[in-house]
């Protein structure tokens, strides 16, 4: 089955930049979508950005402007500039990869998570 594993969190001070990296494994088709989610403690998970295997991308509005989100296709592999981070960017940052299961449904897989902390 589908395996990813993210590198490139770590701890930054207000400002500064980071970026991640999440490779894909264990599929012989490319992924219909991959993307980035964070979760802080005690707070929801929540998308941060996405893009799909054709290049169209989502952002959260709280990222806009300074993150961007990039896809090899040929590699699985996505990655998350982060420009200008701010406190309030300090999460648990998860890769997600969606692949169509038959049809129009879709399974996602994800990562173990990578640290990201931000500090004031």
């Not at 999440?22 to 929801?44: D, E, H, L, T, V």
């Not at 300074?66 to 590699?75: E, G, P, Q, Y």
């Amino acid at each position: 089955q589908v395996q990813l594993v993210e590198s490139g969190g770590g701890l930054v001070q207000a400002g500064g930049s980071l970026r991640l990296s999440c490779a894909a494994s264990g599929s012989i088709f490319s992924a219909n979508a991959m993307g980035w989610y964070r979760q802080a403690p005690g707070k929801q998970r929540e998308l941060v950005a996405r893009i799909t295997s054709g290049g169209r991308t989502n952002y959260a509005d709280s990222v806009k402007g300074r993150f961007t989100i990039s896809r090899d296709n040929a590699k699985n592999t996505v990655y998350l500039q982060m420009n200008s981070l701010k406190p309030e960017d300090t999460a648990v940052y998860y890769c997600n990869a969606e692949y169509f299961s038959g049809g129009l449904h879709t399974q996602n897989y994800w990562g173990q998570g990578t640290q990201v902390t931000v500090s004031s």
